[in-house]
Structure formats: structure tokens, C-alpha cells
């Protein structure tokens, strides 16, 4: 994984409006991050994923084609 650059937030000197902007971007994130976990926690217990007739995904090559609306 490469080091992100990741800036440090102190919520205590930011306005109330600001951090509630702050924590819901950040909890968005984390359902990203989770919701793709799971995708790909699925995708490793499958051979091959055929969407519409079109493979997206086979255990030996990436995932093509295929991603996620919120």
C-alpha cells in the first residue's frame, strides 16, 4: 500500500459546522472502504463473475468493467 499523505484535523479548533461536514465525509469514506472490502472478500471466494453476459471478474485477472453507485 502507498503512504498517503495525510493531513492531521483537530476537531476541537474547527467551527461546529466544519466538523460535521468533516465527519460525515470521513464516515462516507469508511463505508466506501468497507462496501469494497466486502466486494472484494466476495470475489475471492467466486471463480468468475459474469455481469449482462460480459465477464467483469476471473480469479486470475483483474477486476474489469465493474463498479459501485452508491
Avoid at 466486494?39 to 459501485?68: A, I, K, P, W
Amino acid at each position: 500500500m502507498v503512504a498517503k499523505n495525510k493531513k492531521k484535523i483537530d476537531l476541537l479548533k474547527m467551527r461546529d459546522h466544519e466538523k460535521i461536514q468533516t465527519l460525515r465525509e470521513v464516515k462516507e469514506q469508511l463505508r466506501q472502504k468497507i462496501a469494497e472490502a466486502k466486494m472484494l472478500q466476495s470475489l475471492l471466494e467466486v471463480e468468475s463473475l459474469t455481469v449482462n453476459g460480459n465477464v467483469v471478474y476471473r480469479g486470475d485477472q483483474q477486476l474489469n468493467g465493474f463498479f459501485l453507485l452508491k
